[in-house]
């Protein structure tokens, strides 16, 4: 299984909502990602977990929340969102680079396009 | 911080023409790699060119790295109208060991026209 899952596809809440974004994973991958994409630009990082340890954040508002309950799930928590949070919310995962620096391809998942009204 | 930086060019070839792209990128590398997203879905990985390498092929795809240059093309023969997508490279930094970040470029639209 070389898939990444994510639910929903399409999300739109009000700025007073709470809101998760899942994505899980089949690959033993011990790395996940959330990256943030909006139109025409490239995916933005915003979480890394590595062994199920938050290893980077760049820096992103408290109003998203990441979770990582297990190896194979990973999870979004979204509280208070601005319209400018709207975008597309892509989840990643590959092999550790700790263990293969020279490989670390990510597979994605089909994004969640979220909409903050 | 983005450190892949392609041409912002956006390409619209005919069926069966070749279609380049370019990528700079600013600090050492262990690898670079190009990947390809259709319109609103997740990105596909398409290949992996370690920094010791110059040249990689796979299927209709060459890609070329010059870490002198720190630069990369990515070219596609024979484009099909199913290549129509944006193209993005992505590099991670030497500097920082195992820390699984990668850096995105800006991306190339390609539009192939059957």
């Known amino acids: 299984d070389t898939e990444v899952t994510q639910t929903p596809k399409h999300l739109v809440m009000g700025m007073t909502n709470k809101k998760s974004l899942k994505c899980e994973q089949h690959?033993?991958?011990?790395?996940m990602y959330w990256y943030k994409q909006k139109a025409k630009k490239p995916p933005e990082l915003m979480f890394v977990?590595?062994?199920?340890?938050?290893?980077i954040n760049e820096s992103v508002p408290s109003r998203f929340s990441p979770e990582c309950p297990n190896s194979s799930l990973l999870n979004l928590h979204l509280h208070a969102l601005q319209p400018e949070d709207s975008a597309l919310y892509l989840c990643?995962?590959?092999?550790?680079?700790?263990?293969?620096?020279?490989?670390?391809?990510?597979?994605f998942g089909p994004g969640t396009r979220l909409t903050v009204l | 911080s983005q450190q892949g930086e392609e041409d912002p060019q956006a390409l619209s070839i005919q069926e069966g023409e070749n279609a380049t792209m370019n990528c700079s990128y600013k600090?050492?590398?262990?690898?670079l790699q190009w990947y390809r997203q259709n319109s609103g879905r997740g990105l596909v990985h398409l290949i992996l060119?370690?920094?010791?390498?110059r040249e990689k092929h796979s299927g209709r795809l060459r890609v070329t790295l010059d870490t002198s240059k720190k630069s990369s093309s990515l070219l596609i023969t024979a484009s099909r109208a199913a290549d129509t997508a944006s193209y993005f490279c992505?590099?991670?930094?030497?500097?920082?060991?195992?820390?699984?970040?990668?850096?995105f470029g800006k991306g190339n639209q390609v539009v192939v026209i059957p």
């Open positions: 977990y590595s062994y199920e340890k938050l290893s």
């Open positions: 600090t050492s590398i262990n690898n």
């Open positions: 992505a590099t991670d930094d030497a500097r920082y060991y195992g820390n699984n970040r990668l850096a």
């Open positions: 060119i370690r920094s010791n390498e």
């Open positions: 690959m033993g991958h011990r790395a």
């Open positions: 990643a995962s590959s092999q550790n680079q700790r263990q293969v620096i020279s490989y670390n391809e990510q597979f």
